[in-house]
């Protein structure tokens, strides 16, 4: 079981929460201007690392808010957790 | 090769059985190969033996970086079937599943394919209404599907609990007769014996650590045993394609997850089918020793520790009780996870790469055991022609910019 700590609500077990994927994914535009190619990147090619992965969860059951994680994918180890907007620490891995 | 037979059998049993060979195995790689594949799951193996028989290469390795059959093909629940929605997935999906009803005489070795049908059962009106769009568009694609009611689910699934009162009610479902399953480890070892007696060598504890180029080409793989030269290398590493062909240089759509699996203690015949939930996620079957296979949904977060966590046990195995009390107080023996590549629409990716030369296989998610037969045939095919196989075409990596997707996933509410 996945431990998580919600910044609004404190220590949570998994099932509480739903993982939304990757965090810090910039959208391309203005969207006139954005190539097939640029899209593509995007939509489908982001990085999937065997290791510290930056992702967005929501504690669906809780205080129903969305907060960032940095979690080691091999591990599950979580190295930090930080409200959205938030920028990440640097991690020293 | 040696043969197997039942005459070979009982002369082997009249010398102690000592006359039997070793099937396939080197321990030290060649300075080069005309190919290279990467990985001895089942399509990584298949591809070596269709490189072989259909395309008369004769020097090809298979490199494993632990043992062959030890990552999603010998953790699958060995679910076989060809019920897709989409013109592309049945005509590739059916292929594999022709392939599989020959291929223990092809290969000269029983792999135990037992194609006891597969049942998609329906919790509401609407599934069933899902039900009969999904049949139907499996008869256009010329494949056969029955929809069954409530009563004849209940005839062929005699444990399930199809009362009014159960809490997850059953309306009807559908069926596959020529679903089924086969043994994992059979598949993997018998397409392995079959490309070693094709002069293909099989090295185990053989991890690729990264690939070297000359002028923009592939030129051959640097591995935990040496560097090999070859003009044509082809990655099949399921759950850690990503991490491989990032040392290529190469990024793909794939999204790493564990799917767990669970096997009961054995018990007498009590289900001589495959039933599948897909609602709930939870599906079985029995396997010849008597254990319930059970199957479930993903850990929906990214993952690459080959271990599920808790909450998907407990979902899946609350619903099984639920449709099934009667297992109600069967103990579990073993409880695993695989890491499976998963692809946006849920469909797999055979393809050339941005590097001349460098081949992918991947993207099979949790349903890549039954397209082992077709998937090794189809790939074996591009590695040799330098073009995709017919078959093989529209689930290349020009999907991802075109957007003509094969939205298995949306469409069909596939779980595994
Ligand atoms: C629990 C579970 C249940 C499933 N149930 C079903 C089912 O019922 N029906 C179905 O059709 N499919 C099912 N699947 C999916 C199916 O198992 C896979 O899609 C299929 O086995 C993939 O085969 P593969 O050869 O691509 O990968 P694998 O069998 O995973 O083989 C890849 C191999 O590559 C090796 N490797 C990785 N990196 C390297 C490296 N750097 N160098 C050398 N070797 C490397 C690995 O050790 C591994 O042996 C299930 C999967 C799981 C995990
Ligand atoms: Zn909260």
Not at chain 2, 109 to 136: C, K, P, T
Request: charge should be neutral.
């Amino acid at each position: 079981m996945l431990l998580l700590d919600c910044p609004f609500c404190g220590v949570r077990p998994e099932i509480e929460f739903a993982c939304g994927g990757r965090s810090h994914v910039q959208r391309p535009g203005p969207p006139e201007q954005v190539s097939d190619e640029q899209w593509s990147a995007y939509l489908f090619f982001q990085p999937n690392p065997k290791g510290l992965l930056r992702e967005r969860w929501r504690h669906v059951v809780g205080c129903g808010l969305w907060f960032n994680v940095e979690r080691d994918t091999v591990t599950h180890a979580v190295t930090q957790v930080y409200e959205m907007g938030a920028a990440p620490a640097e991690t020293t891995p | 090769m040696q043969r197997y037979s039942l005459a070979a059998l009982l002369r082997h049993g009249l010398n102690g059985h000592r006359g039997w060979q070793a099937n396939w195995g080197v321990e030290q790689p060649q300075a080069s190969y005309d190919a290279i594949v990467i990985g001895g799951g089942g399509h990584g193996l298949a591809t070596a033996y269709y490189l072989a028989e259909n395309h008369g290469l004769r020097r090809v390795a298979v490199l494993e970086k632990g043992w062959i059959g030890g990552g999603n093909t010998g953790r699958n629940t060995t679910i076989i079937r060809s019920n897709y929605l989409f013109p592309e997935s049945a005509a590739f999906y059916d292929f594999s599943v022709k392939l599989y009803e020959k291929l223990s005489r092809t290969l000269n070795y029983n792999i135990m394919f037992s194609q006891r049908g597969m049942i998609l059962l329906a919790h509401s009106r609407h599934d069933m209404e899902n039900v009969s769009r999904w049949a139907s568009a499996m008869h256009l694609n010329g494949i056969d599907a029955e929809i069954l009611d409530a009563a004849r689910v209940k005839k062929l699934v005699p444990i399930i609990d199809a009362s009014p009162s159960a809490r997850i009610p059953i309306y009807g479902g559908m069926n596959q007769p020529r679903g089924g399953s086969a043994r994992h480890d059979a598949v993997a070892w018998g397409y392995a014996r079959a490309a070693a007696a094709r002069g293909v060598d099989i090295v185990q504890n053989c991890e690729v650590l990264g690939f070297e180029t000359a002028a923009g080409r592939i030129s051959g793989v640097v591995t935990s045993k040496g560097t090999i030269a070859a003009p044509k290398v082809a990655i099949a590493v399921a759950g850690h394609s990503s991490a491989l062909a990032a040392k290529a240089g190469i990024e793909l759509p794939v999204n790493s997850y564990a799917l767990q699996a669970f096997v009961s203690e054995p018990v007498k015949p009590m289900l001589d089918t495959v039933v599948l939930s897909p609602a709930t996620g939870m599906y079985f079957s029995q396997s010849d020793k008597g254990e319930l296979v059970i199957g479930g949904g993903l850990d929906l977060y990214a993952s690459y520790a080959q271990r599920g966590n808790f909450p998907t046990v407990e979902k899946t195995v609350a619903a099984m009780v639920d449709m099934f009390p009667s297992v109600g107080r069967l103990r579990f023996m073993r409880q695993w996870a695989g890491i499976v590549d998963v692809v946006h629409d849920s469909s797999p990716i055979i393809d050339r790469t941005s590097v001349p030369g460098l081949y992918i296989n991947c993207g099979w998610g949790t349903g890549g055991f039954k397209a082992i037969p077709a998937g090794g045939w189809t790939f074996a095919h591009t590695i040799a022609h330098d073009d995709p196989h017919p078959l093989a075409k529209p689930f290349g990596f020009a999907r991802f910019t075109s957007g003509a997707m094969i939205d298995e996933a949306a469409a069909a509410g596939i779980a595994h």
